[in-house]
């Protein structure tokens, strides 16, 4: 047999045309094959049948066994199921198979009461179970393979006799046509957890599956429901007939744009009725609805009892004329892509031949309508069709806020909604109502009633164009006609370019910008596409695809890509237990592509990709592969940049062990290295400074014998981090460029690009005047070398010292500026970081709100990262901006939170919580204590080269002293500080020293 894929038709093997609606049939090649695919199984069982057999005679038993098969099987097949086999007395049926529709799971629950009642008929009790999911269908002696099938059949086993009992997926494919009853979760044989289970009380007569929401305020169309009003007021004014068809995918809105019209255009009568996706031969259903309504119940059935059917047509048309000239009068015809052959030559007929009658017939239609009515409307002067394009993504924002009502949202939730949906008000309408089931602010998984329709539109269509899908599907989202005719099997490919003019027209695809270029039109539409081959041949086509994309010149981002296609051809293989050899060299080859892919984008600090790409590597290669190994430390540093501290500690770990197992010293040095860099960001128990440096030494020595300069590059650069943050800014800026140069020795980009960043941040704290210090940050700039990292830390450095040159504004700019790009770089680490260099450019500016703001988003941020070394400092600089603002006891809440957390070797923040915590309690009259810890902070860091920093403390110690009433000895310390600002070029903060120098000597001395 040769199911037709047009119609789904059985036909007889070797048929070349389908029996039933003259489709070509399409090769062996595409019947044969697997395909993965969501259906609907039912189980149906007799109860009591062996004791029933005991009371009758073989003959009368017989008689009802074949009558029970022969009404399972009207029952089943009405709906659209397969019917399986008949084991005893045990049916099942697949609804989805040949051919999937959008309510398959509603299918099987009214064929399951329509087989219950029948068996009762017999005087027989039914035990029936209906579940839903994903099973592989197309080859062997199964109709489908999956677990949804064992699972419906334990649910017919637990079934009461007459009882039909349904899984979770099924009743949420039918839900809002069915009523169920909750009953205990029945256990199912391999699975873990009881199986959620519903008893079925009733099947609700002629509702969706889904119910359509109406209630929700009507956005945007305005043009298109113009369109229909100008349309109806032309057939008012000139009394005649006009078609007018809405074309557009399934949720578009076609349905609601003509409810719009009907409730707007109160002078016409619109009358309504809806073509079924299936049924008994019931060409005329649509007029059962609009006879109705009319209350014309008899008309109809004196139309339908003509002989013929131009009778029929002729008196139906002159039913219409008669009620639309006592009033304007819109027929509504929904979905004709539905429509039997007859029905849409009984419009046309209506359209052509209606006289002195103001009719308006509106048709709605999905884009397959074209498929069976290429025409469709054409050669008409009175038609009109218009497609309905996706609403706007303000529209569908203002949608998802109307749904949500006074419901809130995590804004990446709405924004992914909004992405996800394109423009589609059902797909935007399901995913909000999911949200209310599985509790907002989680992730949006698709709704499995978006996903049965869009998996059924592709079920339907005609082989090829399907294949073709397929084969796009592989390649992403965008796509061109080239790569998929390289996909597309042999006797495929000349055809390739029509089939997808075909998905074109079906509005699964649409012309991309490039020539030959395409994307689908909604991210679901491919997943489906993809979601329907089997893993065998996704596999296949991934390593094909990679193969064929080898071959080409000049693709960018080519092992990036590649890596990915050998990567999910790998996966699938592994999936389906398939390896062997030729399996495990694709997992090799693709561990090497991303591997170099990730190297790249950690030498250009895309420190996110790099962390995804190198660790997507390091997993396919495995435990015990010394070239994974090698990449832990770089993912290391990947992970730990990009934010994801926890994760960056356990692979530096993990690279030490093994590091140590294989006796690579070198490469233990490298682990070890990051592994104490992060400990100063994230273990504030140890004094951190001093082990990094113990270890830059220890690795030197290591990496010297080794003659590993990218080595000798990294340890000297810590080397030089240690040097800084122990107050040593002159042999830490010399350590760098040693880093500089050993890594410029040994072609290690990612090395010297560090270095080059932490130059400028240096030379903010260095004993360097600011104007040389800002020439020397142009200077990195105007060079170039070191790409979008470096440039943004230069920028920072430049933007900072500009303030302190007195260029407040500008210097403002220059830094939001390298932040931005920190941001925009995944450097979440260091944007947090460099909140320090934002909230001093204020606090210089004298804008403590402003720096208060800058400080407390730092803050967050390195906190949410878990992150706490730059967090005390930043925590430090924010409680002396709330000081200035005169929040004293907040500031000292900040203050103490650093020194109870700090490092005790991390100096800077050691210092400024002490100055912050002297003022409060100089403040508050506590005198000595004031004094003794503001001096305290002074001598902290009297011995370091910090201009800046030892002058903000030799301030604070000098307000300390006034509150104290010492004047002269606070003028002696603002001189000191006078000194250092003016030494350093901090003119704003030296001017401003100044002047309370003058105020303090204008004052009378109260003690000498
Ligand atoms: N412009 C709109 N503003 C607000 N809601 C809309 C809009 N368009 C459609 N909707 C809502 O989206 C859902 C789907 O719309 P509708 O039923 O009209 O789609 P359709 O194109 O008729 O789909 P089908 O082909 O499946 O019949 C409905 O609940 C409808 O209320
Ligand atoms: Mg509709």
């Known amino acids: 047999m040769i199911a037709c894929s047009t119609c789904g038709q059985e036909n007889p093997a070797g048929a070349r045309f389908c029996n039933a609606c003259g489709a070509e049939l399409a090769a062996e090649r595409t019947t044969a094959r697997e395909v993965r695919k969501t259906v609907t199984v039912l189980f149906c069982d007799l109860a009591g049948y062996t004791s029933r057999g005991e009371q009758l005679d073989p003959e009368a038993l017989r008689r009802v066994q074949s009558q029970y098969?022969?009404?399972?099987?009207?029952?089943?097949?009405r709906h659209g199921a397969s019917v399986e086999k008949f084991i005893g007395d045990a049916v099942m049926a697949v609804f989805g198979i040949p051919q999937l529709h959008e309510d398959d799971a509603l299918r099987a629950l009214r064929a399951a009461v329509e087989l219950r009642d029948a068996v009762s008929d017999l005087g027989l009790q039914a035990r029936i179970g209906v579940n839903t999911g994903e099973v592989v269908s197309g080859s062997g002696d199964a109709l489908v393979t999956g677990d949804a099938v064992n699972v419906a059949a334990r649910l017919e086993q637990a079934a009461q006799p007459g009882e039909i009992l349904l899984g979770e997926q099924t009743l949420r494919l039918a839900r809002d046509a069915v009523e169920v009853a909750a009953v205990d979760a029945v256990a199912a044989k391999g699975k873990s957890e009881p199986v959620p289970a519903y008893r079925l009380?009733?099947?609700?007569?002629?509702?969706?599956?889904?119910?359509?929401?109406?209630?929700?305020?009507?956005?945007?169309?305005?043009e298109e429901l113009a369109q229909l009003r100008q349309a109806l007021a032309r057939t008012v004014r000139e009394r005649r007939c006009h078609l007018f068809t809405v074309l557009g995918p399934a949720g578009i809105g076609k349905?609601?744009?003509?409810?719009?019209?009907?409730?707007?255009?109160?002078?016409?009568?619109?009358?309504?009725?809806?073509?079924?996706?299936?049924?008994?031969?019931?060409?005329?259903?649509?007029?059962?609805?609009?006879f109705r309504s009319a209350s014309a119940e008899a008309q109809l059935d004196d139309a339908l009892a003509a002989p013929t059917s131009e009778e029929t047509f002729l008196a139906v048309r002159r039913f219409l004329e008669s009620l639309a000239r006592e009033r304007p009068l819109v027929v509504v015809f929904e979905d004709i892509h539905w429509a039997e052959p007859t029905l849409l030559d009984l419009i046309d007929h209506v359209a052509d031949w209606s006289r002195d009658a103001p009719i308006l017939v509106a048709c709605l239609a999905r884009p397959e309508l074209l498929d069976a009515r290429p025409a469709w409307g054409g050669g008409k002067v009175n038609a009109s069709t218009i497609l309905l394009e996706p609403l706007p993504e303000e529209e569908c924002d203002i949608l998802v806020q109307s749904l949500l009502g006074t419901r809130t949202l995590a804004e990446d939730v709405r924004r992914r909604i909004v992405v996800t949906a394109e423009g589609n008000p059902l797909f935007v309408e399901q995913m909000v109502a999911m949200l209310g089931e599985d509790g907002a602010n989680g992730d949006v998984p698709v709704p499995p009633t978006i996903q049965a329709l869009i998996a059924a539109r592709l079920d339907r269509l005609p082989a090829d164009e399907r294949e073709v899908a397929e084969r796009a599907s592989v390649i992403g989202k965008e796509f061109d006609r080239t790569a998929v005719a390289a996909l597309a099997p042999e006797p495929l490919r000349p055809a390739v370019a029509t089939c997808l003019l075909g998905l074109v027209r079906k509005e699964l695809i649409r012309p991309h910008v490039e020539e030959d270029a395409f994307r689908f039109a909604n991210l679901l539409i491919r997943d489906a596409a993809y979601e329907a081959m089997s893993k065998e041949l996704r596999s296949d086509l991934h390593e094909r695809f990679a193969a064929w994309l080898a071959e080409l010149e000049a693709v960018p981002e080519r092992d990036e890509i590649l890596g990915y296609h050998l990567e999910q051809a790998y996966r699938y293989k592994t999936e389906l237990g398939s390896l062997g050899d030729a399996g495990r060299e694709l997992g090799r080859r693709a561990a090497e592509r991303l591997a170099h892919a990730g190297r790249s984008a950690y030498a250009r600090g895309d420190m996110p990709a790099a962390a995804n790409l190198l660790g997507r590597s390091a997993s396919l290669l495995g435990d015990g592969d010394p070239e994974g190994l090698a990449l832990l430390p770089d993912l290391g540093s990947a992970l730990f940049e990009a934010g994801d501290l926890a994760r960056a500690r356990e692979v530096l770990i993990e690279a030490g062990d093994r590091a140590r197992e294989a006796h690579d010293l070198a490469l233990g040095a490298h682990a070890g290295l990051r592994l104490a860099l992060l400990d100063v960001h994230t273990d504030q128990e140890k004094s951190t400074m001093a082990g990094l440096h113990r270890e830059s030494e220890r690795a030197i020595e290591i990496f010297e014998q080794a003659e590993d300069h990218a080595g000798l590059a990294q340890a000297w650069h810590l080397t030089g981090l240690g040097h800084f943050w122990l107050g040593r800014t002159g042999p830490a800026i010399e350590a760098l460029e040693r880093a500089i140069e050993q890594a410029q020795r040994a072609g290690a980009a990612r090395e010297e690009v560090e270095s080059l960043q932490w130059l400028p941040i240096m030379l903010i704290f260095a004993p360097v005047p600011a104007q040389d210090a800002m020439a020397r940050c142009r200077q990195i700039i105007e060079s170039g070398g070191g790409g979008m990292s470096v440039e943004a830390f230069a920028l920072i450095g430049l933007g900072t010292h500009t303030a302190m040159h007195g260029s407040i504004d500008e210097g403002r700019e220059l830094v939001a500026r390298g932040r931005t790009a920190l941001q925009e770089l995944g450097l979440r680490v260091s944007l947090g970081g460099t909140s320090i260099a934002a909230g001093m450019l204020e606090l210089i500016g004298n804008d403590a709100a402003a720096a208060e703001r800058v400080l407390r988003e730092g803050h967050d941020l390195l906190e949410e990262m878990g992150e706490t070394g730059y967090l005390a400092s930043v925590t430090a600089i924010l409680a002396e901006a709330v000081y200035r603002q005169g929040r004293y006891d907040e500031a000292e809440r900040h203050a103490l939170s650093v020194r109870d957390t700090v490092a005790s070797d991390d100096l800077d923040p050691q210092a400024r919580w002490r100055g912050v915590a002297a003022k409060v309690l100089a403040q508050r009259g506590e005198l000595e204590s004031?004094?003794?810890?503001?001096?305290?902070?002074?001598?902290?860091?009297?011995?370091?080269?910090?201009?800046?920093?030892?002058?903000?403390?030799?301030?604070?110690?000098?307000?300390?002293?006034?509150?104290?009433?010492?004047?002269?000895?606070?003028?002696?310390?603002?001189e000191h500080a006078l000194a250092l600002y003016e030494e350093k070029g901090d003119q704003p903060d030296a001017d401003r020293v100044r002047q309370r120098l003058a105020d303090l000597r204008a004052q009378p001395p109260t003690t000498s």
């Open 930 to 974: 004031a004094k003794s810890l503001a001096r305290e902070a002074v001598d902290l860091v009297e011995s370091t080269d910090w201009l800046h920093l030892r002058a903000e403390l030799h301030c604070d110690l000098a307000e300390v002293l006034v509150l104290s009433g010492a004047g002269q000895e606070a003028a002696h310390s603002l």
């Open 255 to 290: 349905s609601r744009l003509v409810a719009e019209l009907a409730t707007s255009a109160r002078e016409a009568l619109v009358l309504s009725g809806p073509c079924l996706p299936y049924g008994e031969g019931i060409t005329y259903w649509p007029l059962i609805d609009i």
């Open 69 to 77: 098969f022969e009404d399972a099987r009207a029952a089943l097949e």
């Open 201 to 222: 009380v009733g099947v609700v007569e002629g509702a969706p599956a889904f119910a359509r929401r109406l209630d929700s305020p009507m956005v945007g169309r305005d």
